[in-house]
């Protein structure tokens, strides 16, 4: 059974960093895309960014672009998500998700409907 665990979520200030951990529990699962979401009080869950199993193809979205980098250690079964330059509209619940076919489109990296799997999330909050 899949199981999706994130860690690394706090309190930072405007500018600080922050690096979230998602492990892979599963004895039989080997996701072929990983990927981060997140969602703020009163708003829809979002993409940020997401990875291949396979090659390391990256994603992400245009609003952590540049400030945000997530790569994985398969070896571990661990994805990260290294934010820096947090802004307090970073502020959110970050969630971990798997997929576990690869994608045909693009656009499938992006939407939430297309995960399989989902950690419990963990928060993230930014103070100005």
């Known amino acids: 059974q899949v199981q999706l665990v994130e860690s690394g979520g706090g309190l930072v200030q405007a500018g600080g960093s922050l690096r979230l951990s998602c492990v892979d529990s599963?004895?039989?699962?080997?996701?072929?895309?990983m990927g981060w979401f997140r969602q703020a009080p009163g708003k829809e869950r979002e993409f940020v960014a997401a990875?291949?199993?396979?090659?390391?193809?990256?994603y992400y979205a245009d609003s952590v672009k540049d400030r945000f980098t997530i790569s994985r250690d398969n070896a571990a079964n661990t994805v990260y998500l290294q934010m820096n330059s947090l802004k307090p509209e970073d502020t959110a619940v970050y969630y971990c998700?798997?997929?576990?076919?690869?994608?045909?489109?693009?656009?499938?990296?992006?939407?939430?409907?297309?995960?399989?799997?989902w950690g419990q999330g963990t928060q993230v909050t930014v103070s100005s």
């Open positions: 998700a798997a997929r576990a076919q690869i994608p045909k489109f693009i656009s499938t990296y992006y939407s939430r409907n297309h995960y399989d799997y």
């Open positions: 990875i291949r199993r396979s090659g390391g193809s990256t």
């Open positions: 599963g004895r039989t699962f080997s996701g072929h895309v």
